[in-house]
């Protein structure tokens, strides 16, 4: 499988959008009836400030994608890069796909100027946090919650 790397197309991001509800829940493990128009909604945020799909994809097909975007450090106030979402077909998952997105875009965050990109993973999500952790990533801080 030849796959190419590239910003998404106007074709390729109506079906971004069309997955976003799919994608929501298995990131955060929140099913609500909403997911798709809450990710919808924090695409277009983040589309309008400059941010933009980087996808991989063969012949015919969209196979996944990560949201190429930016952020601040809370304590630095540093611009940082911030990789938003990331997202690879069911069908074309344990091929190296979201390995090989992720280091495309950190070539293009280099690109642009960032010396420092984060994310944010939900604790569940193990093979995300080890696929992450292979390519160089570390706990920068740790995010906790209790219900009351």
Request: hydrophobic share 40%; no cysteine; charged share 30%.
């Amino acid at each position: 499988m030849e796959v190419e790397y590239g910003k998404a197309t106007e074709h390729e991001l109506a079906e971004i959008f069309s997955l976003a509800g799919i994608n929501r829940a298995e990131a955060t493990g929140i099913n609500d009836d909403n997911n798709k128009e809450n990710m919808i909604a924090s695409y277009k945020d983040s589309l309008d400030h400059g941010a933009y799909f980087l996808v991989a994809r063969t012949n015919d097909s969209l196979i996944g994608w990560v949201l190429v975007d930016r952020s601040v450090d809370w304590f630095t106030h540093k611009e940082i890069g911030w990789i938003s979402d990331v997202y690879v077909k069911q069908e074309f998952r344990k091929n190296g796909v979201a390995k090989a997105l992720l280091e495309q875009s950190l070539v293009e965050f280099k690109h642009i100027g960032y010396d420092d990109v984060r994310l944010n993973v939900f604790s569940f999500n193990e093979k995300a946090m080890r696929l992450y952790e292979k390519l160089g990533f570390k706990d920068v801080s740790k995010f906790m919650r209790i219900e009351i």
